[in-house]
C-alpha cells in the first residue's frame, strides 16, 4: 500500500470507488470537471493511496490564497478503520503547513453526521462565529 499524488488520468478509478461509498456525489462529467480544475491549481495537495493498483482513499486538498480545504476524503468501505482516512487528512496537513496556511477547513454535508467524530478526533471543531452562505450561479 502506498500514497501518492493524484495524476489526472486516475479520475475514473477515483470516481468508480467514490461512486461506492458516497452518494452525495455530482455526476461523472460535472465532477469531472471541478477536479480537474483543482488538480490545475494544487496537483500536490490531492493524494491517493494505492494497493496492489487499486485506488482504496483519496483526499484532494485545496487552498484558495487565505484557507486550506478538503474535499472528497474518501476511503473504501473495506479499507476505512485501518487509519487511512487519519493519514491524509495528516499528510494535507503538513502540505498545507508548508505553504504558510494556518486554518483547515472541511465541509461535511449536513447528513453527513457520522463523520464528525472522525474530524473531531483530528482536532477539528464546529465553527459557531461562521456561516457559510452560497448561491448557484
Ligand atoms: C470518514 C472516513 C474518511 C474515515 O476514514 P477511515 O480511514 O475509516 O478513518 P481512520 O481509520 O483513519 O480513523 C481515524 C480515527 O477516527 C475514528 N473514526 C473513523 N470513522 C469514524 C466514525 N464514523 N465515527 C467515529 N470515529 C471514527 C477511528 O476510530 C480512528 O480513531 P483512533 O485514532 O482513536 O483509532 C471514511 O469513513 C469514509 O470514507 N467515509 C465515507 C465518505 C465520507 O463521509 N467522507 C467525508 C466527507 S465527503
Redesign the pocket.
Known sequence: MHTRQVRLEDFDALYAMWQT??DQLYPFEEEKIRFEAMMQLHPDLCLLVEDAGRIVGSILGAFDGRNGSIH????ASDY????????LVLELEKLLKAKGVKKFTAQ?HAQ?T??L??YE?LGFSEMSYVRTLYKDI
Open positions: 461509498v458516497c472528497r476524503l474518501i476511503v476505512q478503520q485501518k487509519g487511512l482516512g487519519k493519514m461535511v453527513n457520522l463523520v467524530p472522525f478526533k
